[in-house]
Structures are given as structure tokens and as C-alpha cells.
């Protein structure tokens, strides 16, 4: 069965720095893969997917991340931070079997001044 | 096109209650899924409904029921309400696209229930 994991329930990163998201999944078919943001007292809104295209994928915001079959990875990247990226960043699988997505409990992303 | 919406946004209720929450897809979108948000529990999948049939399920007890209309239009009852429902409740609507399953989902600002 698929699954998904992301490291870290909270990341802090000083304003201007790398953010770094961690989301490991598993799966027995190729993969689509989304990550999501949530902005306090907001539904979700969709930053980016992987559908078998290319491996780096970039969204919105500033934010990109790449396929690694190999290490069974799909980690989420800015390169700079800032204040308005604090919020909370859910990593999703497709689940084949049912057309449902597989989601991570969550990274709380937050940006130090 | 107009996004998902969900009706109300606020609710406040007392245990033992019931309550319907409402949820219109974005046009075209024949999916809609439920989940339960809260922080101790994560996102949590409740249902999702397409062509106006339960296609899936996931863990929650019976007092938690749903239902999508001809318009795709769905909503979703909890019955005896207990204090461990207060929750963020989210709807989320997905489309077929061609011949390939998208499986994105589209996601509206919640219903924010208060069970007291």
C-alpha cells in the first residue's frame, strides 16, 4: 500500500535562507506526486506535481521539487525564504487502486525574522 | 471558473447534535472528497463520492454519513455530535482528465465546527 512520510512536523529557517521540505513516499506503480500549503484558516492549495514528466518540477511561489526514484523521494525547495511562506505543507501520493491521494501529516513551516 | 465552496464556514454546536455541512465542486468536477482536519490527527479522509455514489471510505464511525446530488453538489452529516468532532472540516473536488486520472484536487476554505 502507499504511503507517505514527511520528516519534520516543524521546520523553522531564518527569513533568506533555504527551505528544505522532506517527503518520502512508498508506492509499487509510478507515482503522482503533489505537494500543498495551507495557509492559516485556509483550505489547500496546490504548489506543485509530479505526473511521470520531468523530475524537477516547479510550482508556484518560488518553490520546486524533484523526483528521485531511487531514494523514494520528492523533498520541496525554495532557495529563499520569506515570512509570507510561513504555513503548513502537506506531501501527497496517488493511490492507484481507489484514485485517491496518499497524504503526509504535515510540515509546519516557520520563517524566523 | 469559481472555486470550490463550502457552507458555512462557521458552526457551533452542541454535543449530541447533528449537523450538515455543504459543499458545491467547481464546475465540472464530478469527485468530491472529505476530510477532517485537526491538529492533533492530521488530515484525515472521510469520503469521496463520485457520479452520486460512495466510491470510498475511509476510517470513521457510521454518525459520519455523505451524499452527492445530480449537480455534483455533496454534503455531509454528522449525527450525535461529540466534543472530538470539533474539527476543520474540507471538501475537495477533482476532475477526470481525458483518458488520465489527474487525481488533483481542488480544495475549499472548510467549514470551521465548533462542538461545545
Known amino acids: 500500500a502507499q504511503s507517505v512520510t514527511q520528516l519534520g512536523s516543524h521546520v523553522s529557517v531564518s527569513e533568506g535562507a533555504l527551505v528544505l521540505l522532506r517527503c518520502n513516499y512508498s508506492s509499487s506503480v509510478p507515482p503522482y506526486l503533489f505537494w500543498y500549503v495551507q495557509y492559516p484558516n485556509q483550505g489547500l492549495q496546490l504548489l506543485l506535481k509530479y505526473t511521470s514528466a520531468a523530475t524537477l518540477v516547479k510550482g508556484i511561489n518560488g518553490f520546486e521539487a524533484e523526483f528521485k526514484k531511487s531514494e523514494t523521494s520528492f523533498h520541496l525547495t525554495k532557495p529563499s525564504a520569506h515570512m509570507s511562506d510561513a504555513a503548513e505543507y502537506f506531501c501527497?501520493?496517488?493511490?492507484?487502486?481507489?484514485?485517491?491521494?496518499?497524504w503526509g501529516a504535515g510540515t509546519k513551516l516557520i520563517i524566523k525574522p | 471558473k469559481a472555486g470550490v465552496t463550502q457552507t458555512p464556514r462557521y458552526l457551533i454546536k452542541t454535543r449530541g447534535q447533528q449537523v450538515t455541512l455543504s459543499c458545491s465542486p467547481i464546475s465540472g468536477h464530478r469527485s468530491v472528497s472529505w476530510y477532517q482536519q485537526t491538529p492533533g490527527q492530521g488530515l484525515q479522509f472521510l469520503f469521496e463520492?463520485?457520479?452520486?455514489?460512495?466510491?470510498n471510505k475511509g476510517n470513521f464511525p457510521g454518525r459520519f454519513s455523505g451524499r452527492q446530488f445530480s449537480n455534483s453538489r455533496s454534503e455531509m452529516n454528522v449525527s450525535t455530535l461529540e466534543l472530538g468532532d470539533s474539527a476543520l472540516y474540507l471538501c475537495?473536488?477533482?476532475?477526470?482528465?481525458?483518458?488520465?486520472?489527474?487525481?488533483?484536487?481542488?480544495f475549499g476554505p472548510g467549514t470551521r465546527l465548533t462542538v461545545t
Open positions: 475537495a473536488s477533482s476532475v477526470l482528465a481525458g483518458l488520465e486520472l489527474s487525481y488533483e484536487q481542488y
Open positions: 463520492y463520485f457520479s452520486e455514489t460512495q466510491r
Open positions: 501527497a501520493v496517488s493511490d492507484h487502486s481507489n484514485y485517491q491521494l496518499i
